[in-house]
């Protein structure tokens, strides 16, 4: 019993000696194996915190997408930087591996600033879907934001005003570091908005004001009983002389997303109450002639 005891002592160490020439390899296996499990429990708490910020299946779908490709290339560095530094005869390889890393860098620049910019917008929200932007000189509502773009429902674009073209522009998400971004309804829904008429400097300018305020309250009403408490409700006018006459304007809070059809109506009563007044004209570039009796 005591001799087949000693026979296995030796075989032991016989055996663990086959595995000498491969203990370095082991070594980088198990270093690898360590250093990913970390970085995939950090990726993991990084999901958890964009996963609360989302708001829509497709950008669920961006975040998986975005944390599978930080893990994909997270683990490519990590093999290449292993081997490299531990075999010396690799250092070609590695020299050649870093040059083609910044190769590789270089050509989808665009493409890393873009999904770098996608993970500033989830994180920080400087917009979101349904807000009202203009990026680089687009007007429109923001219907998605993807890993590569961001897509406008277009405002404006081929008619005056703020309505919908029925046209969708696809912004590249990176172009937030090179233009500036508008955000009408950043703090919240409302904006300002003013609506302008011309009367004659004939006309009674106190009535004018009071027609235009009135012409306000009275298309607002409605709108304004839904308004939260810290949003503004006061109407104010403003004036200016021109060669043709006053430009009075009233200015008011409005719902951004509905201002031209709000100015539009309230333009409608202001010309229908002016145009009942006999002491209120409207103003317009014209020419008098005069006929004098001989």
Do not use: C
Not at 265 to 292: C, G, M, N, S, W
Request: charged share 20%; proline share 3%; aromatic share 10%.
């Amino acid at each position: 019993m005591g001799e087949w005891i000693t026979d296995i002592g030796n075989i032991i160490p016989e055996f663990l000696r086959l595995f000498e020439p491969y203990i370095p390899i082991i070594q980088i296996i198990i270093l690898i194996i360590v250093v990913f499990a970390i970085f995939s429990v950090i990726l993991r708490s990084i999901k958890r915190n964009l996963m609360k910020k989302v708001k829509t299946k497709k950008q669920m779908s961006n975040v998986t997408v975005f944390i599978g490709l930080l893990r994909f290339v997270f683990l490519l560095l990590l093999l290449i930087l292993v081997l490299s530094t531990y075999y010396d005869s690799w250092g070609e390889f590695g020299f050649i591996a870093g040059l083609l890393t910044v190769a590789l860098g270089w050509a989808l620049q665009k493409p890393i600033s873009g999904v770098v910019a996608w993970l500033i917008i989830v994180t920080r929200q400087p917009f979101r879907i349904r807000d009202r932007v203009i990026i680089s000189g687009v007007k429109g509502d923001i219907s998605n934001i993807t890993l590569t773009h961001i897509f406008l429902d277009e405002v404006g674009g081929t008619i005056d005003g703020e309505e919908s073209s029925g046209r969708t522009v696809m912004i590249p998400t990176s172009i937030i570091f090179e233009q500036e971004v508008i955000n009408y309804t950043e703090q919240d829904d409302y904006i300002l908005d003013e609506v302008t008429a011309m009367v004659t400097y004939e006309s009674n300018l106190q009535k004018a004001e009071a027609i235009m305020m009135i012409a306000v309250e009275k298309v607002m009403k409605v709108f304004w009983e839904k308004f939260p408490k810290k949003v503004s409700r006061n109407t104010h006018t403003r004036l200016s002389f021109q060669p043709s006459g006053i430009n009075v304007t009233v200015r008011y809070t409005t719902l951004a997303m509905k201002r031209n059809q709000i100015a539009t109506d309230i333009q409608r009563v202001i010309h229908k109450q002016i145009i009942a007044e006999k002491d209120v004209e409207f103003a317009y570039p014209h020419t008098e002639v005069l006929l004098r009796n001989k």
